[in-house]
């Protein structure tokens, strides 16, 4: 484990000249966003740069670049020291930079900011976040009970699709599944009782691409690189494409969540406000976090072999079979399980990126410098950088479960998966995601779950379009007392 960097308060260097350019006007973003998606893809576009400017912040410029996005212009902070200023709200505004540089249309959200693009001082992130927050707490009881059914019909249709065809895909199943426990957690019923059927993953799926289409690419062959970039990147994508299925969604949670808007409404929320915020929360946050999330993690563990499968099998089992079945307390006794999961968030956290505008010129420090960034700049991290910093992790590519076991855990709080320290907590004011326990409970109970039925599995593993893996189970081994 490595030394803890010094803190900003007792760092004594000079002030540098952030490193980097943006290059001529509309010219600069345009090379950037090339090399960014295609002549170098993500990671070299930073790595190249950090090696360039000797410095883990520097300038550059951030998709989608010309016309949808004004300013493509950024700082870009990606070492553990300096990505937390991003946590810091009185330092950072958050008002409209949940995807960067650009806004998508109010439009995929009833004609509503959604919470989720307001800054901790407006008066109605307040009021939203708590509402969010006092909902969770208000389903607490539910998060297992209701999860593990969810589970049970996932890992049916994975057996059922390896008998048939001696591999099965795991993402979609693992959408139909996420997309199922979030409808019924807060809107108390299956959504295929409403009039969404089966197509709620779908429509949602859709919702997204139109909204984030500008940060995509498409996987098409090279010699198609510069018309995707046009298309997906000169003007935004309308709604119209996705109205009807986004009122159907919208109809569905308001006629479905009733108790749930009622409590809005009491927190002095509009009806329709709440319900819109609602499904951005299950849409956006929830299923779409999921939907990049659980492959995620069945990649590292899968990817993580056989010795470690036998490990969170004893563990998990012996746990389960003390505390007499899947609770609270049990899954907090399973060491091992939930550093795996921090570990699998530290090295591939579900969002990569964060943005904030400076609200006055403040310092930056890396580990080696410190730099003034202007009012009104815009901060950019990339969060895999900072989770995967050398100088604070000991083999920083490599899966390393027991990493944040005994002293391991010291290293929590330089994991920033939810847009905030792991070793802090949300709140009404700041911008940590509400659902941050939630997260860590279901992604535990996954692997609960999962290895109280198998003993081992391998995974055929590939990139997603956007964000997250592609994974099949090519094996499942059943655990031998079942």
């Not at 591999?167 to 599944?177: D, H, L, Q, V, W």
């Amino acid at each position: 484990m490595k030394m803890s960097p010094p803190s900003e308060e007792t760092s004594e260097f000079s002030l540098k000249s952030i490193p980097g350019d943006y290059g001529l006007p509309f010219f600069g973003a345009i090379r950037d966003r090339l090399d960014y998606f295609y002549n170098q893809g993500r990671d070299e576009f930073f790595s190249t740069r950090v090696q360039k400017y000797e410095s883990t912040i520097f300038k550059t410029n951030m998709p989608p670049g010309p016309f949808i996005a004004k300013n493509p212009k950024v700082i870009a902070v990606l070492d553990a020291v300096s990505f937390p200023v991003l946590f810091d709200t009185s330092k950072v505004e958050k008002y409209n930079v949940l995807d960067g540089t650009f806004f998508p249309s109010v439009s995929f959200t009833g004609g509503y900011r959604a919470c989720a693009y307001l800054d901790p001082s407006e008066p109605k992130h307040t009021s939203l976040k708590c509402f969010f927050m006092s909902t969770l707490a208000s389903k607490h009881s539910d998060f297992i009970p209701l999860f593990r059914a969810s589970l049970s019909k996932l890992f049916i249709n994975i057996e059922d699709e390896i008998v048939s065809q001696k591999k099965a895909n795991f993402n979609k199943p693992s959408e139909a599944m996420s997309f199922d426990f979030v409808f019924r957690l807060f809107g108390d019923k299956d959504s295929s009782d409403t009039k969404l059927g089966s197509e709620g993953p779908a429509i949602v799926n859709k919702w997204l691409a139109l909204q984030l289409a500008p940060l995509a690419t498409l996987g098409l062959p090279k010699c198609f690189n510069y018309l995707e970039d046009i298309f997906l990147r000169t003007f935004p994508l309308p709604f119209i494409f996705v109205k009807s299925d986004y009122n159907k969604l919208y109809d569905a949670f308001y006629a479905s969540s009733s108790s749930v808007l009622d409590k809005a409404e009491s927190l002095g929320i509009k009806r329709d406000e709440a319900c819109h915020n609602l499904v951005f929360l299950a849409g956006f946050n929830a299923f779409g976090g999921m939907k990049v999330w659980f492959p995620t993690l069945i990649k590292w563990v899968g990817k993580a072999g056989e010795k470690l499968h036998g490990q969170l099998a004893h563990e998990i089992r012996t746990v389960v079979k003390e505390e007499g079945g899947v609770t609270f307390q049990a899954l907090d006794k399973m060491i091992l399980t939930k550093s795996v999961v921090f570990e699998a968030l530290r090295i591939e956290p579900p969002v990569p990126f964060q943005y904030g505008k400076a609200r006055d010129n403040i310092v930056v420090h890396s580990h080696d410098a410190a730099f003034e960034i202007k009012k009104g700049e815009m901060i950019f991290g990339y969060q895999p950088f900072a989770t995967k910093d050398p100088r604070i992790f000991d083999d920083p590519e490599e899966f390393v479960g027991h990493r944040f076991v005994g002293d391991g855990e010291k290293l929590l709080r330089y994991v920033y998966w939810s847009n905030g320290r792991e070793t802090e907590d949300p709140t009404a004011e700041n911008k940590q995601c509400p659902g941050k326990d939630l997260v860590l409970l279901l992604s535990r109970v996954l692997l609960v779950e999962f290895f109280l039925r198998y003993d081992t599995f391998t995974v055929e593993t590939s990139s997603a379009l956007g964000l997250g893996s592609t994974v099949t189970f090519t094996s499942l081994i059943k655990a031998k007392s079942t």
